[in-house]
């Protein structure tokens, strides 16, 4: 069984920075790209950033130049740090990762669990 799960959010002021991780494990032949996205109340789900296999990435309008997102390909694992933090950053932030499990031919999505950013002003 494969699970994604987070760590690393809490709350900060604004203008501080924090550091998520995101951790793939369980039975997994590959994983191909792997992101974050963001869910503030009453708003839809918005990309964050995403990385591919090979380190390619892609930021959200709101958050380029602020956030940087990167991965270790070696232990299924990818992060995202945040600086200059503002409180419209307040979110539940989500992982993914497009993966291939053991045993299966297709892959898909799989998400976490969620951790909470909360930005003071």
């Known amino acids: 069984q494969v699970q994604l799960v987070e760590s690393g959010g809490g709350l900060v002021q604004a203008g501080g920075s924090l550091r998520l991780s995101c951790a793939a494990s369980?039975?997994?032949?590959?994983?191909?790209?792997m992101g974050w996205h963001r869910q503030a109340p009453g708003k839809q789900r918005e990309l964050v950033a995403s990385?591919?296999?090979?380190?390619?990435?892609k930021y959200g309008d709101s958050v380029k130049g602020r956030f940087t997102i990167s991965r270790i390909n070696a232990k299924n694992t990818v992060y995202l740090q945040l600086n200059s933090l503002k409180p419209e950053d307040t979110a539940v932030y989500y992982c993914n990762a497009e993966l291939l499990p053991i045993g299966e031919w297709r892959g898909r999505d799989y998400w976490g669990q969620g951790t909470q950013v909360t930005v003071s002003s």
């Open positions: 369980g039975n997994i032949f590959r994983i191909d790209a």
């Open positions: 990385i591919t296999y090979d380190g390619n990435t």
